[in-house]
T-cell receptor
């Protein structure tokens, strides 16, 4: 039982390069999320997907795109990386928050450095 | 605009004593609160939660208290153990934005022998 799996674990990009962070969950969860963690800022929501086929912006969506490929997979794309996107990225998933509320399960994180 | 705030970035406690981590929120519509624990190089893991219809929830050494009038919650760890050393995040959910967990900035707890 893998839970939430993110790839890659580490990545270094040059400014302007693009990349996609992959995330998959095997818990049959409906909702999936991408967060970034920065010192002193906590975990900030980038994008989320309440169900297969839907995506919505979170607090800090600029510079990112997402795809909910199917119920299991939710990818995050940086089209043109900037140094401000240097961060640790976490994917998470959960059951619907209504009926009854459940907690989100997180992946191990991707440490991204943009130089 | 930080809706969930953890004003203490760090806390140091002796092993065996009580650790109290605090969290304040601004949105009165939040109706469910969670605490997560995070070790270095790992993803956050769920610790304990509380619904706004309760004022206390207990799970072993961990107790969460909610004071709705003050928009304040706290996590008590008794007794504290060295393995509790981690970053603790509180998070909140609003019934009007049910797909979003809003996290605080985290408090780094260090438990020393």
């Amino acid at each position: 039982n893998a839970g939430v799996t993110q790839t890659p674990k580490f990545q270094v990009l040059k400014t302007g390069q693009s990349m996609t962070l992959q995330c998959a969950q095997d818990m049959n969860h409906n909702s999936m999320y991408w967060y970034r963690q920065d010192p002193g800022m906590g975990l900030r929501l980038i994008y989320y997907s309440a169900s297969e086929g839907t995506t919505d912006k979170g607090e800090v969506p600029n510079g990112y795109n997402v795809s909910r490929l199917n119920k299991r997979e939710f990818s995050l794309r940086l089209e043109s990386a900037a140094p401000s996107q240097t961060s640790v990225y976490f994917c998470a998933s959960s059951f619907d928050h209504r009926g009854w509320v459940t907690e989100a399960f997180f992946g191990q994180g991707t440490r991204l450095t943009v130089v | 605009d930080q809706q969930v705030k953890q004003n203490s970035p760090s806390l140091s406690v002796q092993e065996g004593r009580i650790s109290i981590l605090n969290c304040d929120y601004t949105n009165s519509m939040f109706d469910y609160f969670l605490w997560y624990k995070k070790y270095p190089a790992e993803g956050p893991t769920f610790l304990i939660s509380i619904s706004s219809i309760k004022d206390k929830n207990e799970d072993g050494r961990f107790t969460v208290f909610l004071n709705k009038s003050a928009k304040h919650l706290s996590l008590h760890i008794v007794p504290s153990q060295p393995g509790d050393s981690a970053v603790y995040f509180c998070a909140a959910i609003s019934p009007y934005n049910t797909d979003k967990l809003i996290f605080g900035t985290g408090t780094r707890l260090q438990v020393f022998p």
